[in-house]
């Protein structure tokens, strides 16, 4: 609009010199206000008016067109002319190359807009789909550990004889009952504890623990194990007393169990055995879980610790494993501001599972470490 004003109030009086030029400039002058006030709407309504920048490119090559065509009118010599008309040509071909660009510049950032927003509607979408997953498998696991649960003690009942003398084979049979039993137990566990972790919903309780007394409640728990496979089960801890944790005991129990029996569960029969072995060092307390067993390859240890993540020869070993044992060890030791990685010098090697635990002296201390950790994922 201000080039039409322009045009027609600047620039155009300079060639009225007569009355029929007036006429003639005037109506020029209102033709070429249609002229843009058509463009102007046209552009307007293919763009939604969302697109002033279409809009903008669209008027100001317009006005540019518009200035040289009416600079023909000035023309004096045969070669002005020449040139005047090549320069609207060279005008109108690069008016349009800028309208043409700054539409798909407009259309394409439509597009990635309209991408973005499906985007963003199918993660709405993922993200209530994994809340009802997560439920399924909570209500699922709640539902068959009771069962699971009954089963377990009736079994225990007839193996102590609380149902009269069974033969030996009768026994062997419900032992391999029980076992399988425990094997569920353990896997509606792993996904109660995996459902809890993705909903948000697993509970830290911090307390005063000493943690030789953890180690010790383990190493007791699975003396018989190690021993039915022929392995040592060493118990290395220092002479002194180590200082108090504030931890989750209970918690960080279930991940020493779970590293000592998966260290058992990794070592063939016969072939050496397992360490315990817990130190500290400087403002931290490591627990060192050691074994002689298969190793792990360098190439699994950077995915070890994620969900349903398992070793390509441990599956041949242990058929039953699931590969959430470490999953849930590591938020659980991370939880209590700790942190769990695993070594190995390679195949056939052993393997060391290591887990730093802070010393905290006071207990909000460790609910304000345990609130960061939350708010962080
Ligand atoms: P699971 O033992 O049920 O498979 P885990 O999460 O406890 O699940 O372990 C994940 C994987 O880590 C195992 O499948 C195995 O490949 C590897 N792993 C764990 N502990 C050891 C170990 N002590 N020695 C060798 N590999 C191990």
Redesign the pocket.
């Known amino acids: 609009m201000i080039v039409t004003v322009f045009i027609t109030n600047v620039l155009l009086p300079n060639f009225i010199e007569t009355q029929s030029d007036f006429l003639f400039i005037s109506r020029l002058g209102i033709y070429s206000g249609l002229i843009l006030a058509g463009f102007m709407s046209y552009s307007v309504a293919k763009t939604s008016f969302l697109n002033m920048k279409v809009i903008s490119a669209q008027l100001f090559s317009v006005a540019m067109v518009l200035v040289f065509f009416l600079q023909l009118f000035s023309l004096q010599t045969k070669s002005d002319l020449f040139f005047k008309v090549v320069f609207l040509f060279i005008v109108i071909y690069f008016s349009k190359m800028i309208v043409s660009s700054v539409k798909s510049e407009v259309q394409r950032k439509e597009e990635l807009q309209l991408m973005s927003d499906k985007l963003a509607q199918a993660n709405d979408q993922l993200r209530k789909l994994d809340n009802a997953k997560s439920e399924f498998i909570s209500i699922a696991s709640h539902q068959l550990r009771t069962p699971l649960t009954a089963i377990k003690g009736f079994i225990s009942l007839m193996l102590e004889g609380s149902y009269g003398k069974m033969a030996p084979e009768q026994v062997d049979v419900l032992n391999k009952v029980y076992s399988s039993n425990e094997r569920l137990v353990n896997l509606v566990e792993d996904l109660l504890n995996i459902s809890r972790i993705e909903s948000g919903r697993m509970e830290f309780q911090f307390d005063k623990w000493q943690i030789e007394n953890i180690c010790q409640e383990v190493i007791d728990t699975f003396v018989l194990k190690a021993k039915e496979h022929k392995l040592y089960l060493e118990y290395k801890k220092p002479n002194q007393p180590l200082p108090e944790l504030i931890i989750d005991g209970v918690k960080v129990r279930e991940v020493i169990s779970?590293l000592v029996d998966?260290?058992i569960?990794?070592t063939l029969e016969g072939k050496g055995g397992v360490t315990l072995k817990v130190e500290q060092r400087g403002e931290s307390i490591r627990v060192t879980v050691s074994?002689t067993?298969?190793?792990?390859p360098e190439s699994?240890l950077p995915y070890?610790f994620a969900k349903f993540?398992?070793?390509k020869d441990?599956?041949r070993l242990?058929t039953g494993?699931?590969?959430?044992?470490?999953?849930v060890g590591k938020t659980m030791i991370e939880n209590n501001g700790g942190k769990i990685w695993a070594e190995s010098d390679g195949q056939g090697l052993g393997?060391r599972?290591i887990i730093e635990l802070p010393i905290v002296k006071h207990k909000e201390e460790a609910e304000e470490r345990l609130q960061k950790f939350i708010n962080k994922i």
């Open positions: 779970n998966n260290a569960k990794y074994d067993g298969i190793g792990i699994e070890l993540s398992r070793g441990t599956s242990n494993g699931t590969g959430l044992g470490l999953y393997s599972f």
